[in-house]
């Protein structure tokens, strides 16, 4: 199989061990055969879209949290240091964060308007 199917697989492992789930619990919640599951995570089994949105529903975590191994988490730079460190923040803190940029933010648009 293709780089990436592999490392889909090892993303969906990685995930499902974060939530502490075997993979008997996530092929239930996925509505998937345990087999599957596990060829999957080895990356034998090359996805359709369909299967994604059922491993994603089982784990719980969005299309963009499955795929973030993924662009912006590679890059070096300031952004992708910020998505790194927001991918390891709970939902409550990032809408903080959210709210902390906006002021930031508004404060220096209205202080450049003065």
Known sequence: ??????KVGERVRQLRKEKN?????????SSLHTN???QV???EKNLTLETLEKIVAGLDVSL???????????????????????????????????RVLETVLNWEQNKIKR
């Open 21 to 29: 789930l075997t993979q008997e619990e996530l092929a239930e919640r």
């Open 64 to 98: 963009e949290e499955l795929f973030r191994f993924l662009g912006p988490m590679e890059r070096r730079d300031a952004f992708g240091e910020i998505v790194h460190l927001l991918s390891e923040r709970s939902q409550e803190d990032h809408a903080m964060i959210l």
């Open 1 to 6: 199989m293709s780089d990436l199917v592999k």
């Open 36 to 38: 599957y599951v596990g």
């Open 41 to 43: 995570e080895r990356g």
